[in-house]
């Protein structure tokens, strides 16, 4: 429901699901992962999104990437939950190894279609 609330409005404004697909992917790094409460009367703001080698796989909820950062895999996971929370089909893609200098080297991606 949290990411419903974040992101529906500003995905219903476009016309086709790319252009609000491509809204969203540049909110999420300056969106607040809990939005803003009031505690003891105060506004209080969630951590926002941050990107960050090497974390993957230890932080993949949305709550853990908002409070620690993530990698590829991680932030996928969190776009993957946004797209979907506002009814924009989506899956994550990814590859478990990459051909670098001659040679395949084990160095996972992960990305959202």
């Given at each position: 429901p949290r990411f419903y609330e974040?992101?529906?409005?500003?995905?219903?404004?476009?016309?086709s699901l790319s252009s609000a697909a491509v809204?969203?992917?540049g909110l999420i790094p300056t969106t607040s992962?809990?939005?803003?409460?009031?505690?003891?009367?105060?506004?209080?703001?969630g951590s926002p999104f941050t990107w960050k080698s090497s974390t993957a796989p230890a932080y993949?909820?949305?709550?853990q990437v908002a409070?620690?950062?993530?990698?590829c895999t991680g932030t996928a996971l969190?776009?993957?939950?946004?797209?979907?929370?506002?009814?924009?089909?989506?899956?994550i893609a990814g590859c478990s190894n990459e051909y670098k200098?001659?040679?395949w080297v084990?160095?996972?991606h992960h990305w959202v279609e």
């Amino acid at each position: 429901p949290r990411f419903y609330e974040l992101f529906f409005a500003n995905a219903s404004s476009y016309s086709s699901l790319s252009s609000a697909a491509v809204s969203i992917a540049g909110l999420i790094p300056t969106t607040s992962s809990l939005g803003v409460m009031v505690v003891n009367d105060e506004w209080v703001t969630g951590s926002p999104f941050t990107w960050k080698s090497s974390t993957a796989p230890a932080y993949l909820s949305p709550h853990q990437v908002a409070e620690t950062g993530a990698s590829c895999t991680g932030t996928a996971l969190v776009l993957l939950a946004a797209y979907r929370s506002v009814g924009i089909p989506a899956r994550i893609a990814g590859c478990s190894n990459e051909y670098k200098n001659g040679a395949w080297v084990d160095d996972d991606h992960h990305w959202v279609e």
